[in-house]
């Protein structure tokens, strides 16, 4: 499982990982190399800051 948020929904993203794995999830920060990466968080149309995974 991976979610790609923005900060303001890291909590969300967080939450939904631990139900739906029933574990806590990894949290890392998205680095953007000169505009190489274009992902959106997941709930809303923002670049993704962070990734949360399993």
């Known amino acids: ?10 909590e969300l993203a967080l939450d939904v990982a631990v139900d739906e794995t029933g574990q806590f999830p990894v949290l890392e920060k998205v680095e953007n190399e ?3 990466l274009s992902t959106e968080c997941e709930y809303c149309k923002n670049n993704a800051t962070y990734m949360v995974s399993n």
């Not at 948020?5 to 890291?10: D, S, Y």
């Open 1 to 10: 499982m991976k979610i790609y948020c923005c900060e303001e929904h890291v």
């Open 34 to 36: 000169t505009g190489k």
